[in-house]
């Protein structure tokens, strides 16, 4: 334990030293840090619709012991029971057409008002749900949503004197009947494991997923605004800093289980990275900037898409106490926050470099081949593909870019992780905002998906991936 806190003293002394270095720097910004454009994936898929009407759905989950529904969360703050086709258990498509996707549950009266400006687009709301791995024995599931300041938070970066924009909340529920079929959600069940204080409204990370270890782990941005800077941001940036209190930036391991927490309500596992250290007991790893979806593959690897500030999106494989380096770098690139009143950029590519930082395993940048903007503006993290329908794409990490206002992109890591365009052959081009991935209980692929990107209208639409039409 001590032989590592010291080496945490170390790379963040190294850290700063780097930042100080940057600062004194006459930078000059890359127009076009990774030349050339995406290359196509020799694989090619269908897309099969299996739910519309939804505003913005954000996130999918299967629940333990239900073979034929998907759990669609819409960021407007409903939960719905998606019916999917199951041969296995004598479904077939046409029987999984006819049945309605049923509400599970509304949590819109416990988010803030959301949708900003006449376009409606915010990045709060309802943005994750998770299972427990016992669901179907204990009935227990999580949510994690954007509320309105209620009291002191579980953790703050706020100063005294400033209010938060809103409080990212993670909540219990329970079915209830745990193991029967179709079970309602008790809605006294709702049990608030943490509640953590955001400075502004976008930034919020939101994703939970149980790892193989049945532990939940918790995706939480950086806070929000611009470059990891201003009123509720640390010095060194708040996906830089273990500082008491300071979660955001982070992914976070936890036991819903368990009490030893400071607030009594959920437990710390004894073999997190951090333990011992005020207030960073919960951290798994640090160093994002908007970690949004994240999954773990077959294998047990944790697999996160964070979104970049102006340029670089990255895919990271996220490991116990590593350090993804937001925002000394943006992917594999060193950047320069700019101070307050200016953009941050990136400068020049450091593979490796400064020491103690964590590469992404892929990265792409907002531009195509002669550094024109490519419409690509913030990545979606997704699933590695263990599926028996699309052979051809098993074993490769399926993920896309949210490109609002519908022109997202569909991308696969191919040989050597080389990011490539994923194309849809019945719909080329996609024309819809990638909001996000599901999986369902065979491991298929579901796009979550919009035309507006925003909380606009009820465009939102559930897409499974097929083979591509002959």
Known sequence: ?????????????????????????????????????????????????????????????VAPGDRTHLYVADQAGQVWRVPIANREDGDDD????????????????????????????????????????????????????????????????????????????????????????????????ARELLRIDKPQFNHNGGALAFGPDQMLYVALGDGGGADDEG?????????????????LGKILRIDPLGRNAANGRYG?????????????????????RNPFRMSFDGGGRLIAGDVGQNMIEEVDVVTAGANYGWHVKEGTFLFDGAGLNAPGFVYTDSPGLPAGLTDPIAQYDHTDAAGQPAARTAVIGGFVYRGHQLRQLRGQYVFGDYSGGGGGHLFVLGRNNQVQNLVAANRDPLGLAVLGFARDDRDELY????????????????MKLVRAPR
């Open 1 to 61: 334990m001590e032989a590592r806190r010291l080496m945490q003293l170390i790379t963040g002394a190294a850290l700063a030293a780097a930042i100080q270095g940057q600062a004194l720097a006459q930078q000059v910004p890359l127009a076009d840090p990774i030349p050339g454009p995406i290359p196509a994936s020799p694989v090619q898929v269908g897309l099969e619709t299996v739910m519309t009407g939804l505003v913005s759905p954000v996130a999918g989950a």
């Open 94 to 189: 046409d029987n999984a057409a006819n049945r309605q996707p049923e509400l599970f549950l509304d949590v819109s009266n416990l988010l803030v008002p959301l949708g900003l400006g006449p376009g409606k687009y915010d990045e709060r709301g309802l943005l994750g749900i998770a299972f427990h791995p016992q669901f179907k024995f204990n009935g227990l599931f999580y949510t994690f949503t954007s509320q309105p300041v209620k009291g002191a938070a579980d953790f703050s970066t706020m100063p005294a004197g400033a209010a938060p924009n809103c409080q990212s909340v993670v909540t219990e529920w329970r079915v209830q009947r745990p193991g029967r079929r179709n079970s309602p959600v008790d809605p006294a069940s």
């Open 231 to 247: 009123v509720g941001h640390a010095p060194e940036g708040n996906a830089q800093s273990l500082a008491p209190g300071n979660v």
């Open 268 to 288: 710390i596992p004894s073999d997190n990275p951090f333990v011992g250290k005020p207030g960073a007991d919960e951290i798994f790893a640090y160093g994002f």
């Open 447 to 462: 796009l979550l998906a919009s035309s507006t990107g925003t909380l606009l209208g009820k465009t939102g639409v559930v």
